[in-house]
Each structure stands twice: as C-alpha cells, then as structure tokens.
C-alpha cells in the first residue's frame, strides 16, 4: 500500500504541474497578444482621471 501511495502522489504533482504550465502558456501568450490593448485602456483611464481631476479643478 505505500508504494501506490509514493507513486500516487508524483503522477499528481506532475498532473498539477502540467496543468499550471498549460496554463502558464496560455495567459503569457494571452498577455503578449493583449499588451497594446491593455496600453490603451491604461492611457484612457489616465486621460478619465486627468479630466476628472479638470473637472475638479473648475468646479
């Protein structure tokens, strides 16, 4: 019985390590795709908050 125990509990790890990695993969090439959007919507909540910050500024 501990043998199938010490063998049970690496093809875990490595099943719940295969799956992070995927997922490492995916969301890196999700990111890299999405950098210029996320760009600009960065530079359009700056440009929302600058206003805003006009906007208090004459009231």
Do not use: G, H
């Not at 509990?9 to 490595?14: D, F, G, L, N, V």
């Not at 099943?15 to 999700?30: D, E, H, K, N």
């Not at 950098?35 to 004459?58: G, K, P, T």
Request: aromatic content about 8%; glycine content about 0%.
């Amino acid at each position: 019985m501990s043998i199938y125990q010490v063998e049970a509990r690496p093809s875990r790890i490595e099943l719940q390590l295969m799956r992070i990695f995927v997922t490492y993969l995916l969301l890196s090439a999700s990111i890299r795709l999405a950098d210029i959007d996320f760009v600009f919507q960065e530079d359009s909540r700056i440009c929302m908050v600058s206003n805003c910050q006009n906007a208090i500024s004459v009231k």
